[in-house]
């Protein structure tokens, strides 16, 4: 598609280059990657639900209606009530929030705080590297769900305990990726240029290789939202999540929405549906990011 020349909106000039660049960017995106297009799509859309959710909920999420005990979808309860009366929607739409708050919170700490040990341990070597990568050992020896569930039962519980408890997990995983990218680029000679002209280490490590080793960054980010999502519904199952009465997914499937399943499956049904497609959008869209930035992984 031909851009319109600059001549026909001269009081707004470079803006026309500008916005072409950007759409044909993404349509290039979609063209190659539809199934990524289409998880972009679902976690816009769950975003906009969590940034909207005021605006978009029927009902106040934690108002129990006496009246309307545990009654199926209609035209004032889209997804129904529960055992409290309270409206399954509104409820889902604002426990988006701390799902995707929690699964974003999570991933970006634990893959910062794990980039800098891989950075560090990488390029100082020697007695840093071994202290570091056994540290590094002792974490990943730990499934990460038990971890998260120890951590969550030792914290107060709280949105920042549960952000932390999810992050630990993650930071091992990161450390092991970054290290390697960065033992990889201190072969290189760009490195090795920047140290012969005597750079210092921390500018090296973050002028020179940090840079570098972005892609796998955030390759290795992008897969891990979809599993920080999962584990904050996995600890509010078993309650070790955000504590009453704030909404979350995980805490909607469990207590009165197991026993109610066979008589009011839609208590369970949408909260259930909603983790599907947050987790299975956010999948997709990092399978097509991997696949645009690290090309030797597709199909792994």
């Not at 035209?75 to 708050?101: E, K, M, N, P």
């Not at 590297?129 to 709280?158: E, H, I, K, N, T």
């Not at 909607?252 to 959008?281: D, H, K, N």
Request: hydrophobic share 55%; proline share 8%; glycine share 8%.
């Amino acid at each position: 598609m031909q851009s319109v020349p600059e001549a026909y909106y001269p009081h707004m000039p470079g803006l026309v280059a500008r916005v072409p660049a950007g759409a044909k960017a993404l349509c290039h995106f979609a063209r190659r990657k539809p199934l990524g297009a289409l998880g972009l799509l679902g976690f816009v859309v769950l975003s906009a639900a969590a940034a909207l959710a005021p605006l978009l909920a029927t009902h106040p999420p934690d108002l129990n209606d006496v009246t309307a005990l545990v009654r199926p979808p209609s035209w004032q309860h889209w997804f129904g009530t529960d055992a409290f009366g309270r409206d399954v929607f509104s409820r889902v739409v604002y426990g988006a929030r701390i799902s995707l708050a929690v699964g974003l919170g999570a991933t970006a700490l634990g893959s910062l705080v794990g980039a800098i040990l891989g950075l560090v341990s990488g390029y100082a070597g020697h007695q840093v590297d071994a202290l570091l990568q056994r540290l590094v050992d002792v974490l990943l020896a730990v499934p990460p769900l038990v971890l998260a569930m120890a951590l969550a039962v030792a914290l107060r519980p709280s949105l920042g305990t549960l952000v932390i408890a999810i992050a630990v997990p993650v930071v091992p995983r990161m450390a092991r990726v970054l290290r390697a990218s960065t033992l990889a680029a201190l072969g290189h000679a760009y490195v090795e240029a920047a140290v012969a002209c005597g750079n210092p280490p921390w500018r090296i490590v973050l002028v020179h290789i940090a840079p570098n080793v972005v892609s796998p960054f955030i390759v290795m980010a992008s897969g891990t939202v979809g599993t920080a999502i999962l584990a904050e519904a996995s600890l509010s199952f078993l309650g070790l999540g955000v504590p009453p009465p704030a909404a979350t997914w995980g805490q909607m499937l469990s207590g009165q929405a197991m026993r109610l399943f066979e008589t009011a499956p839609w208590v369970a049904l949408f909260p259930g549906l909603a983790i599907s497609l947050a987790v299975f959008s956010v999948n997709l869209l990092g399978d097509a990011v991997r696949d645009v930035l690290d090309p030797k992984q597709r199909g792994v």
